[in-house]
C-alpha cells in the first residue's frame, strides 16, 4: 500500500514463514558483498547475536538477526528502517551485537532511496502518518499501542514510546530471558552486562512515559 514505506509489513511475512536460522535482508540495489559471507555468520549458529554488516555508509543498515531474537523479543522492528531499532539495541544492549568487520561480511551499497522519497510512492517514510491520506501507516508514530505493537490510527490508545520501550522493557525482557536460557549466550559475551540509562532516541524522546507507566502497562515480565 505504501510502497518503499511497506517495506515492515513485507519483513514481517518473510519471518512468519522463514525456516532458516538468521534472517537477512538486503536492498535490491547492492552492488557487490563479500565471497563466502555465510561462513562468518555461521560461528554464530546457536547464539542470541544480532549482526551488523560493514558497508560504506551506515554500520546498521544491513543487519542479521536470528530467528530466535524474532520469536522471543515478538517482532523484529517498530520504525519504518530496520537500521533505527538495530542501532536502539546497540546503544541499550551493545553485548547483544557483534559488528562484523569490512573482511568478515562487506555490503557494497550507495544509499539512493531518500527515505522512500526518491523511490516507489516516493512517499518519505519517517512521519508519513501525519500526511494527508497516509494516516493509517503504522510505521511512523513515535508511540505504540497499549499492547505494545504499532498503531494504525491516532483514535488508538497511546502507549509506549517505542525507543523507551526498546530500552526499559524488551531489553530487560530479553536479558530475564537470556538468563533463564544460557545456552543461548554467546561464549564470548561479557558476564555483566551494563544497564544503559534511556537518553531518547534518533530524536524522539517524550515527556509522557515513565516507571509507572512501564509497571501499569504490564509488558515487563517477571
Same mark, same amino acid.
Given at each position: 500500500?505504501?510502497?518503499?514505506?511497506?517495506?515492515?509489513?513485507?519483513?514481517?511475512?518473510?519471518? /512468519?514463514?522463514?525456516?532458516?536460522?538468521?534472517?537477512?535482508?538486503?536492498?535490491?540495489?547492492?552492488?557487490?558483498? +563479500?565471497?563466502?559471507?555465510?561462513?562468518?555468520?555461521? =560461528?554464530?549458529?546457536?547464539?542470541?547475536?544480532?549482526?551488523?554488516? $560493514?558497508?560504506?555508509?551506515?554500520?546498521?543498515?544491513?543487519?542479521?538477526?536470528?530467528?530466535?531474537?524474532?520469536?522471543?523479543?515478538?517482532?523484529?522492528?517498530? =520504525?519504518?528502517?530496520?537500521?533505527?531499532?538495530?542501532?536502539?539495541?546497540?546503544?541499550?544492549?551493545?553485548?547483544?551485537?557483534?559488528?562484523? $568487520?569490512?573482511?568478515?561480511?562487506?555490503?557494497?551499497? +550507495?544509499?539512493?532511496?531518500?527515505?522512500?522519497?526518491?523511490? =516507489?510512492?516516493?512517499?518519505?517514510?519517517?512521519?508519513?502518518? +501525519?500526511?494527508?491520506?497516509?494516516? /493509517?501507516?503504522?510505521?511512523?508514530?513515535?508511540?505504540?499501542?497499549?499492547?505494545?505493537?504499532?498503531?494504525?490510527?491516532?483514535?488508538?490508545?497511546?502507549?509506549?514510546?517505542?525507543?523507551?520501550?526498546?530500552?526499559?522493557?524488551?531489553?530487560?525482557?530479553?536479558?530475564?530471558?537470556?538468563?533463564?536460557? +544460557?545456552?543461548?549466550?554467546? $561464549?564470548?559475551?561479557?558476564?555483566?552486562?551494563?544497564?544503559?540509562?534511556?537518553?531518547?532516541?534518533?530524536?524522539?524522546?517524550?515527556?509522557?512515559?515513565?516507571?509507572?507507566?512501564?509497571?501499569?502497562?504490564?509488558?515487563?515480565? $517477571?
Amino acid at each position: 500500500m505504501w510502497g518503499y514505506c511497506s517495506a515492515p509489513d513485507m519483513h514481517k511475512e518473510i519471518y /512468519e514463514e522463514m525456516k532458516g536460522e538468521f534472517l537477512f535482508i538486503l536492498n535490491d540495489d547492492i552492488t557487490d558483498i +563479500t565471497k563466502g559471507w555465510d561462513s562468518a555468520i555461521r =560461528s554464530f549458529s546457536g547464539t542470541m547475536t544480532l549482526l551488523s554488516t $560493514s558497508n560504506d555508509k551506515n554500520i546498521f543498515d544491513f543487519g542479521i538477526y536470528p530467528k530466535k531474537f524474532i520469536e522471543v523479543n515478538g517482532r523484529l522492528q517498530y =520504525s519504518c528502517f530496520m537500521n533505527w531499532d538495530l542501532q536502539a539495541w546497540y546503544k541499550y544492549f551493545p553485548e547483544l551485537i557483534v559488528c562484523l $568487520s569490512q573482511e568478515d561480511l562487506y555490503v557494497a551499497h +550507495t544509499p539512493s532511496a531518500g527515505y522512500g522519497g526518491a523511490v =516507489s510512492l516516493g512517499l518519505h517514510c519517517e512521519g508519513l502518518h +501525519t500526511q494527508p491520506g497516509q494516516y /493509517e501507516y503504522p510505521w511512523s508514530r513515535l508511540h505504540l499501542d497499549i499492547d505494545g505493537e504499532v498503531r494504525s490510527s491516532d483514535v488508538q490508545p497511546k502507549g509506549l514510546n517505542k525507543w523507551y520501550k526498546i530500552c526499559k522493557v524488551d531489553v530487560p525482557n530479553l536479558k530475564k530471558w537470556l538468563r533463564k536460557n +544460557t545456552e543461548w549466550i554467546r $561464549s564470548d559475551m561479557p558476564e555483566e552486562w551494563v544497564e544503559v540509562d534511556y537518553a531518547g532516541s534518533l530524536n524522539a524522546g517524550c515527556d509522557c512515559c515513565d516507571e509507572k507507566k512501564i509497571k501499569e502497562s504490564g509488558l515487563l515480565r $517477571s
